[in-house]
């Protein structure tokens, strides 16, 4: 009888640990889902300069920054992303801070 008490309390444990895996998947999902939403910021093309490598636009908050809606110019970490892109272009894109020179690594029409 004991030994099929310590089975039951086996068990148990190990349900409460896999419920508690569950939950801690679906915090992780959530939490994804919440950065997909907010991690690009978006705005207007006003001028592309590509054998600089940097593009001026028109943005809104870029919340990854904790930067306010301003016209700017930032680079591009790849020449190559402002093929298709030209002034009055809407945009979305996520910019980094790389010791203070903001460095747009994806750039979305």
Same mark, same amino acid.
């Given at each position: 009888? #004991?030994?099929?008490?310590?089975? $039951?309390?086996?068990? $148990? *444990?190990?349900?409460? %640990?896999? %419920?508690?895996?569950?939950?801690?998947?679906?915090t992780t999902q959530q939490a994804d889902i919440v950065k997909t939403e907010? =991690?690009?910021?978006?705005?207007?093309?006003k001028r592309v300069d590509s054998s600089l490598g940097k593009i001026t636009? =028109?943005?809104? *908050?870029? !919340?990854?920054?904790?930067? +306010? +809606?301003? &016209?700017?110019? /930032? &680079? @591009?970490?790849? #020449?190559?992303?402002?093929?298709? @892109?030209?002034?009055?272009?809407? %945009?979305? /894109?996520? @910019?980094?801070?790389?010791?203070?020179?903001?460095?747009? &690594?994806?750039?979305? !029409?």
């Open positions: 009888m #004991k030994y099929l008490k310590n089975i $039951v309390l086996v068990m $148990v *444990a190990a349900g409460s %640990v896999l %419920v508690s895996r569950i939950g801690d998947a679906q907010t =991690k690009y910021a978006e705005g207007e093309v636009i =028109k943005h809104g *908050a870029i !919340k990854n920054l904790d930067m +306010p +809606p301003m &016209t700017m110019v /930032f &680079t @591009v970490k790849e #020449k190559s992303m402002l093929k298709d @892109v030209s002034p009055g272009d809407q %945009v979305r /894109f996520l @910019v980094i801070s790389d010791n203070g020179k903001m460095v747009i &690594t994806e750039l979305l !029409k």
